[in-house]
């Protein structure tokens, strides 16, 4: 068995390197990708193990890199393109939801899109709203896509792989502020599947459903939670499009209570499309209403001010004694 501790970076880069010696047609593209090995080093090493042919540092022209990715995809290549901040997306964000998304269905199947489109989400870092967004809502809306989040260095080193390995176009969010964070890596065990949700901690009197950078926040809570008698069981959705259902039913049913949270505005977030799932599936088994924790239905705000606007264990235990006290 083959075990090592890695930061979430590390388990990136680590995968990026296995799927590019496993295929030569995989090519990463992006700002900053090569030279610099990524504003946060993801691709540290690879353009100088691979070569510039691929990995490419592009100009500053996200509709022009996924335009490119497109092209290459069509022709055979998995292309993994690099998104250097989450708010930087939009200008690729017509090429996403009317090419990239479309191709395989407009074409009867005859086209796929084997290309994956890395996204640094979040906040928790200090930076400013087009560096700290969590837009995941917009495309896992838009059917045609795979929208993924890992939330620690084992699944970075395995989901990035599965994504690259899929014939689907995949949306992959990274946490950001999870980037330096450590554990074991191994590299031997089979993974996980990409759309397949996790329990991370077991727990028999609440569900907290959550991905990306909060997991760790509700196994936080969870912690906590023990303290004074609770059991929470936490579930890493893992995948947000397609969603694995079976794992948060069951989960929803065994606890007859569910807390969802995410960093993004909980207004049309992922946590609506939960809450309502979970209401029309397992209301015979619920306990209380399906609660929400998330971001303001506001603009990012300045750097002082974000440790007030993101869901911190202070929220999400509020949220929970609301939910237990039904």
């Not at 691979?50 to 055979?76: C, H, K, N, Q, S």
Request: proline content about 6%.
């Amino acid at each position: 068995m083959s075990t090592q501790r890695m930061t979430l970076a590390k388990g990136l880069n680590s995968g990026l390197r296995k799927a590019m010696e496993d295929d030569p047609k995989v090519i990463l593209m992006g700002e900053d990708v090569g030279k610099l090995g990524g504003v946060f080093r993801i691709t540290e090493g690879l353009q100088k193990d691979f070569g510039e042919d691929r990995v490419i540092d592009t100009p500053l022209a996200e509709a022009g890199i996924v335009g490119t990715a497109i092209g290459l995809a069509m022709r055979g290549y998995r292309p993994v393109v690099e998104i250097q901040f989450d708010g930087f997306i939009y200008p690729a964000f017509d090429q996403i939801v009317s090419q990239v998304s479309k191709m395989h269905y407009r074409s009867l199947g005859a086209l796929k899109l084997p290309m994956v489109i890395r996204v640094p989400f979040g906040g928790g870092i200090g930076a400013v709203e087009h560096h700290s967004e969590s837009n995941e809502a917009y495309f896992a809306h838009t059917a045609g896509l795979r929208v993924v989040a890992c939330s620690d260095p084992a699944d970075a080193y395995w989901m990035i792989q599965q994504a690259i390995a899929s014939d689907d176009p995949v949306i992959f969010y990274e946490p950001k502020r999870r980037y330096h964070e450590r554990a074991e890596v191994d590299l031997d065990a089979p993974p996980v599947g990409l759309y397949d949700a996790r329990v991370v901690r077991p727990g028999t009197d609440l569900t907290l459903l959550t991905y990306g950078p909060m997991v760790k926040t509700c196994v936080q809570a969870a912690e906590a939670a023990a303290t004074e008698g609770h059991s929470l069981e936490v579930v890493d959705l893992r995948a947000l499009s397609p969603l694995d259902r079976k794992t948060i039913f069951d989960s929803a049913k065994k606890t007859g209570r569910v807390v969802v949270v995410h960093e993004a505005s909980t207004f049309l977030g992922m946590g609506a499309e939960l809450a309502a799932l979970v209401q029309q599936e397992c209301f015979y088994h619920l306990e209380a209403p399906v609660l929400r924790v998330g971001g303001y239905n506001l603009p990012y705000p300045p750097s002082r001010f974000e440790e007030h606007f993101l869901p911190d264990l202070d929220r999400v235990l509020d949220t929970v004694d609301r939910s237990l006290a039904f």
